[in-house]
């Protein structure tokens, strides 16, 4: 499912609603999931799951039969772990 397709299933569920309207809310949730975790907090979304960012460290790597090697910078990684809820209804096909 892509955006459009979220905004255009909530438009059609919610018909007082300009689609307008639902695409600005669509837009600043996802803009304020993307600070928080900017931020390095935790975003929760009950009966979904957890993003979280987690950090690595920097590292030197070398490449086999290569005489260089070369670091990597330290970067931020995102995690997503499933609710069991959603897990359950992956697997059970309940809604």
Known sequence: MRKS???DLLAREY???EK?????????????LVGSL??????EIRGF???????RDS???KI???????KIPPRRMLTFKASS???????????
């Open 59 to 61: 590292r030197s790597v």
């Open 64 to 70: 086999p039969n290569r005489p260089v090697a070369f």
């Open 5 to 7: 397709d979220l905004v």
């Open 20 to 32: 307008e309207a639902v695409r600005m809310v669509v837009d600043r949730t996802f803009e304020e």
């Open 85 to 95: 809820l959603l897990l359950k209804r992956l697997n059970h096909g309940s809604r």
């Open 38 to 43: 900017k931020k390095g907090k935790r975003v």
């Open 15 to 17: 018909p007082n609603l």
């Open 49 to 55: 799951g957890i993003f979280q960012v987690k950090s």
